[in-house]
């Protein structure tokens, strides 16, 4: 599908009288991390994953640079270019404030919203510790940065999963990387959860237990404690937040 930065991949199947969902993937993340998900739901309802710009089979434009509410438009492409009036957005880790923006500029297309360990407000972080994240993502020793990090991430994961993930950070180009971090260091999220009236719920992990994370900032956003995974929560635990999204899904008009 062709967006405003180039062309958009997406996976898209299932049939069923529920919303449609659509699934947004994390940083250097893509589509195959929400395989258990899109099996899962597509019996029931429509299941729609796509690859944000520079991630997975889409197109990187050529400035490299984009924010979060750029990322957004991305989804906007593929729900409008599919006819969906209305969806559910599941969005993990970056995916989670992609799909937050995407709500709060289209309140009235979203039944619901579904945040899986959603990143946490990176306005927040130190000002000479992002420039230093920064400074290093600019540098050749990029990727023993980036990896090194997202191995914190996965202390608790299965070497399967931290396979996949640190595989798919590798695959991943350094423009992207480098402007899907400093996106997150600009975003609002607590400005677009006010923007966005509908039913929420963010599911996290002791990772985004911290004074940024969105259902801090927030309190009336509900949340949901998820114990002994890593960060990408849906390759630890798929049973576990099949389930949780399921019973979303219950309450979502």
């Not at 899962?40 to 089979?57: K, S, T």
């Not at 009235?108 to 579904?114: D, T």
Request: aromatic share 6%; glycine share 10%.
């Amino acid at each position: 599908m062709r967006g405003a930065a180039g062309e958009l991949f997406v996976d898209d199947g299932g049939t069923g009288q529920g919303t449609p969902v659509v699934f947004v993937h994390s940083a250097c993340g893509d589509t195959r991390q929400w395989v258990a998900q899109l099996r899962h739901v597509r019996p029931h309802r429509r299941a729609v994953a796509l690859d944000l710009r520079g991630h997975g089979q889409s197109t990187l434009p050529p400035d490299a640079d984009f924010t979060v509410e750029d990322l957004a438009g991305d989804v906007a492409t593929v729900v409008e270019g599919l006819g969906l009036s209305r969806v559910v957005l599941v969005g993990h880790s970056l995916g989670g404030a992609v799909s937050l923006a995407y709500a709060a500029a289209n309140p009235e297309r979203v039944a619901g919203l579904f945040l899986l360990d959603p990143a946490s407000d990176g306005r927040q972080v130190p000002r000479e510790a992002a420039e230093g994240m920064m400074a290093a993502l600019a540098t050749d020793g990029w990727v023993q940065v980036i990896e090194q990090y997202w191995s914190t991430l996965l202390v608790p994961s299965s070497p399967q999963v931290r396979e996949q993930v640190l595989g798919q950070l590798r695959r991943t180009q350094r423009g992207a990387v480098k402007a899907a971090m400093g996106a997150l260091l600009k975003f609002d999220p607590v400005t677009a959860l006010k923007r966005y009236p509908g039913p929420a719920l963010s599911v996290i992990t002791p990772l985004n237990e911290n004074p940024g994370a969105y259902h801090v900032l927030v309190p009336s956003l509900p949340s949901k404690l998820v114990t002994g995974t890593g960060h990408w929560v849906q390759l630890d635990a798929p049973e576990q937040v099949n389930t949780l999204l399921d019973g979303f899904l219950a309450t979502v008009p």
